[in-house]
Nanobody, 126 residues
Framework: QVQLVESGGGLVQAGGSLPLSCAVS????????MGWFRQTPGKEREFVAA????????SYAESVKGRFTISRDNAKNTVFLQMNSLKPEDTAVYFC???????????????????WGQGTQVTVSS
């Protein structure tokens, strides 16, 4: 059984930084495309970033480009999301997810992901 566990959420002031991590167990991590999504109450879960199996290809939502960086360490079965220049509108529950989808056009779609973490709260104060 594949399990994803996020960590690193918390409260930060606008303009600050926060790193998130997601540890994966029970599967072959290096075969998964990994993604980060976020969700606020009453809204659909939205795509934040994704990274390919070997970490060569990344994809970002327009709203976080230039501020967030996704990376992975296949030796540690972990994916990271470094969030810089945070804004109050970045406040959300952040989820990591894993997919075996090979087409990058599908990486931003919730339905493409097979496994999800439980989420970690990120709150950015103004």
């Amino acid at each position: 059984q594949v399990q994803l566990v996020e960590s690193g959420g918390g409260l930060v002031q606008a303009g600050g930084s926060l790193p998130l991590s997601c540890a994966v167990s029970g599967g072959t991590f290096s075969t998964y495309v990994m993604g980060w999504f976020r969700q606020t109450p009453g809204k659909e879960r939205e795509f934040v970033a994704a990274i390919s199996w070997a970490g060569v290809t990344t994809s970002y939502a327009e709203s976080v480009k230039g501020r967030f960086t996704i990376s992975r360490d296949n030796a540690k079965n972990t994916v990271f999301l470094q969030m810089n220049s945070l804004k109050p509108e970045d406040t959300a529950v952040y989820f990591c997810a894993a997919t075996t989808a090979k087409t990058s056009a599908n990486w931003a779609k919730n339905a493409s992901y097979n496994y999800w973490g439980q989420g970690t709260q990120v709150t950015v104060s103004s």
